[in-house]
């Protein structure tokens, strides 16, 4: 029978996302910050983040369908205008680093003034594409993890930690 094991207790994850968010706020002064959310993986953490970035924040969100490696990703939704922008990606995990690789260049090609890219977990050993993350909240081995918004099948996503799928 398939089980969970916590990975990432919630209070350790509640610290970094805070720290994260003031090293972001940091990176950027007083300036206006536009978050872009991966949907929907990314919901919970990107609602976390903005709140302790602070300031002149904006939220925006892009929808993406992971589709089978040869189809690649298709990108079904971007709700933001960011010409001119300074602005930062908000991604869950990256495992291969096709997802961020392939939303990052989108992104670019709106003219934003700057993008930078933030994901809350990094598997580092399963890195295909080179990308660069200009902040990242754990780096964790290669297993499957669930919770805090990122699911299996849709289930799992309401957790307040992140835990290892065990099947
Ligand atoms: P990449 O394109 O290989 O970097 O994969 C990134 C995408 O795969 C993420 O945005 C997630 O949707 C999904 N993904 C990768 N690893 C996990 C995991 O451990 N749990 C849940 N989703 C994952």
Redesign the pocket.
Same mark, same amino acid.
């Given at each position: 029978m398939s089980q969970l094991r916590i990975l990432i207790p919630s209070e350790l994850l509640k610290n970094r996302v805070q720290e994260l968010g003031h090293e972001i706020r940091k990176k950027y002064g007083s300036g206006s910050v536009t978050c872009i959310c991966?949907l929907r993986?990314?919901l919970f953490f990107a609602a976390d983040l903005v709140r302790h970035i602070g300031g002149d924040v904006r939220l925006e969100f892009i929808h993406?369908n992971?589709q089978s490696d040869s189809m690649g990703?298709d990108i079904s939704y971007f709700s933001g205008n960011i010409a001119d922008k300074d602005c930062i990606l908000i991604?869950?995990?990256?495992?291969?680093? +096709?997802? +961020?690789?392939?939303i990052y260049s989108y992104l670019n090609n709106q003219n934003p003034r700057s993008l930078y890219s933030v994901s809350l +977990?990094d598997?580092p050993s399963?890195?295909?594409?080179s990308i660069e993350i200009d902040f990242i909240g754990f780096s964790i081995p290669d297993?499957?993890?669930?919770g805090y918004g990122?699911? +299996?099948h849709g289930r799992h996503r309401a957790l307040d930690y992140i835990a290892t799928?065990i099947p």
């Open positions: 991966v993986g990314a993406i992971n990703i991604e869950d995990i990256v495992e291969t680093g +096709l997802t +961020l690789q392939t +977990l598997k399963t890195r295909h594409h297993e499957f993890v669930v990122l699911d +299996l799928y």
